[in-house]
């Protein structure tokens, strides 16, 4: 099953290893497709040294040359989730340009200049990789000073991802039924709540006795989810083979953004505008959980919301929404309009100012 599904992996009596041509072999804990073994599969497979001799070709001293050392160290390979596979691509496209000038004199303003050739939020993105990447320099006196320090970038005030509404979902799934792999994407976004980097991770092996447990990329979190009963039809509807419940035609495991391509062309086939993204099903997941009038901490236990600041601002449109309905209900339940003398005391003053 590894080596059918798993590139790279090799076993010798009963140990598995992670082991690319040219880099030093990792050994890989646990059972194969265990959570553990799949963790340290996926940080093998993401953070992996750079080669040997590269920075040989870069010049002492330089951004490349401290960009190679870099991305061998523990600061670099510590990071998780999808995030040393962005932000290499982020740096390595800075050193294409960039990496032949001198590392310890690169001034404030010609990040700012960077910065404003950018839109809001690749300059985000951007900051981030280049403030980690000189935090380190600055911590291996490769750089007296880091050029990003005090540097900002406003975004433009947003709601973020659209969230799926109730309309949008219904028109996905009349066009993808039960048995599809369209629809068990779907269900998976909208019962566990979790994020696309996490839900294309998801196999049988995580479900036991009806409760889904997986451990989030992104935050490091271990959660513990009950698998709902329309999830649990879908999936047993749905012909799955191999180490995850979500495979390409090719039978492997999808990787993050070849997943967004084939949730794009499914949501296109249901005729769904462009603003319908995956991840606008995580929010659909928290607008229905805060619909039914569970609380903040309870929609993250579910969605693994490290902040509850998001989440807040889910429970406080359903508490909103709630409320205007429960005051609607007593008046039609009431169904007497108040006498023209009768005025409430906060209204009083306007009610002297009419007669007057």
Same mark, same amino acid.
């Given at each position: ?222 959660? @513990? $989810?009950?698998? !709902?009963?329309? #999830?649990?039809? %879908?999936?047993?509807? =749905?012909?799955? +083979?191999?180490?995850?419940? *979500? ?53 993250? @236990? $579910?969605?693994? !919301?490290?902040? #509850?600041?998001? %989440?807040?601002?889910? =429970?406080?449109? +359903?508490?909103?929404?709630? *409320? ?33």
């Amino acid at each position: 099953m590894s080596k059918l599904h798993l590139r790279y992996v090799q076993s010798f009596g009963g140990y598995h290893y992670f082991r690319r041509r040219g880099w030093p072999r990792i050994p890989l804990p646990g059972v194969v497709g265990s959570t553990e073994f799949m963790e340290a599969y996926r940080q093998a497979l993401a953070a992996a040294p750079v080669a040997i001799g590269a920075s040989m070709r870069s010049k002492p001293g330089s951004i490349s040359a401290a960009l190679a050392e870099y991305f061998g160290g523990q600061s670099f390979r510590s990071l998780t989730g999808g995030t040393p596979a962005s932000r290499r691509a982020i740096l390595e496209k800075f050193r294409d340009k960039h990496g032949h000038l001198p590392l310890a004199s690169l001034p404030r303003e010609f990040v700012v200049a960077l910065i404003d050739t950018m839109t809001p939020h690749e300059a985000k993105n951007w900051l981030k990789a280049i403030r980690h990447f000189m935090t380190w320099c600055v911590e291996r006196k490769l750089a007296r000073l880091d050029p990003t320090s005090g540097v900002r970038v406003k975004l433009p005030k947003s709601d973020g991802f659209h969230t799926w509404t109730e309309h949008e979902i219904a028109q996905f799934e009349a066009r993808h039924p039960i048995g599809s792999k369209a629809r068990l994407a779907l269900a998976l976004g909208l019962y566990t709540a979790q994020r696309r980097a996490d839900v294309v991770r998801i196999g049988r092996q995580h479900i036991r006795d009806g409760v889904l447990t997986l451990r989030q990329q992104k935050t490091g979190a271990t959660l @513990a $989810i009950p698998v !709902h009963s329309d #999830l649990a039809a %879908i999936i047993a509807a =749905t012909p799955t +083979a191999g180490l995850t419940l *979500l495979m390409t035609k090719s039978g492997r495991s999808y990787r993050a953004n070849k997943f967004s391509d084939e949730f794009r062309f499914w949501c296109d086939a249901a005729g769904l505008p462009p603003h319908c993204s995956f991840h606008g099903l995580r929010k659909a997941a928290c607008t229905r959980l805060a619909d039914c009038g569970c609380t903040v901490h309870e929609i993250a @236990a $579910i969605s693994g !919301h490290q902040s #509850l600041k998001e %989440i807040q601002r889910y =429970t406080k449109a +359903a508490d909103q929404a709630r *409320l205007a309905r429960a005051a609607l209900e007593r008046i039609a339940n009431k169904g007497v309009k108040p006498e023209p003398g009768e005025v409430s005391k906060p209204l009083t003053p306007l009610a002297k100012t009419a007669e007057g």
